[in-house]
Nanobody
Framework: QVQLVESGGGLVQAGGSLRLSCAAS????????MGWYRQAPGKQRELVAD???????NYADSVKGRFTISNDNAKNTVCLRMNSLKPEDTAVYYC???????????????WGQGTPVTVAS
C-alpha cells in the first residue's frame, strides 16, 4: 500500500504565503499523479492543483497565478506553494495520489489525512 504524510498549513494573514508538502511511501508502487484538493466547511472537496509524473499540471481557476505545484519523482513528494492567500482559501487541504501497485497489480487512489489552512482577513 501507499502512505501519505502531509506537512505545512496553519494560520496566516491575508496576502501571506504557506507551503504544503506531501510525501508518499510504501513498497512496489509507481505514481501516476500527485495533487492537492481542499474542502471548506459546508462545501464539496475540490481540486486545487495536480501534477502528473510527466509534468502535466492543472490548476483550479481560483488559484491560478497564486499557487504553484511541484514534485520530485525520485522522492515521491509534491509541494504546493501558496502565495497571496485570501480568506476564501481557508479549507482543509488534502494530498491525493494516483498510483499503481505492482505488488497487487491494481491502481490506487490514496488520500492524506488533511491539513488545515486558515487565512485571516
Amino acid at each position: 500500500q501507499v502512505q501519505l504524510v502531509e506537512s505545512g498549513g496553519g494560520l496566516v494573514q491575508a496576502g501571506g504565503s504557506l507551503r504544503l508538502s506531501c510525501a508518499a511511501s510504501g513498497s512496489s508502487f509507481s505514481i501516476n499523479a500527485m495533487g492537492w484538493y481542499r474542502q471548506a466547511p459546508g462545501k464539496q472537496r475540490e481540486l486545487v492543483a495536480d501534477i502528473s509524473s510527466g509534468g502535466i499540471i492543472n490548476y483550479a481557476d481560483s488559484v491560478k497565478g497564486r499557487f504553484t505545484i511541484s514534485n520530485d519523482n525520485a522522492k515521491n513528494t509534491v509541494c504546493l506553494r501558496m502565495n497571496s492567500l485570501k480568506p476564501e482559501d481557508t479549507a482543509v487541504y488534502y494530498c491525493n495520489v494516483d498510483a499503481y501497485s505492482h505488488k497487487f497489480d491494481r491502481y490506487l487512489e490514496v488520500w492524506g489525512q488533511g491539513t488545515p489552512v486558515t487565512v485571516a482577513s
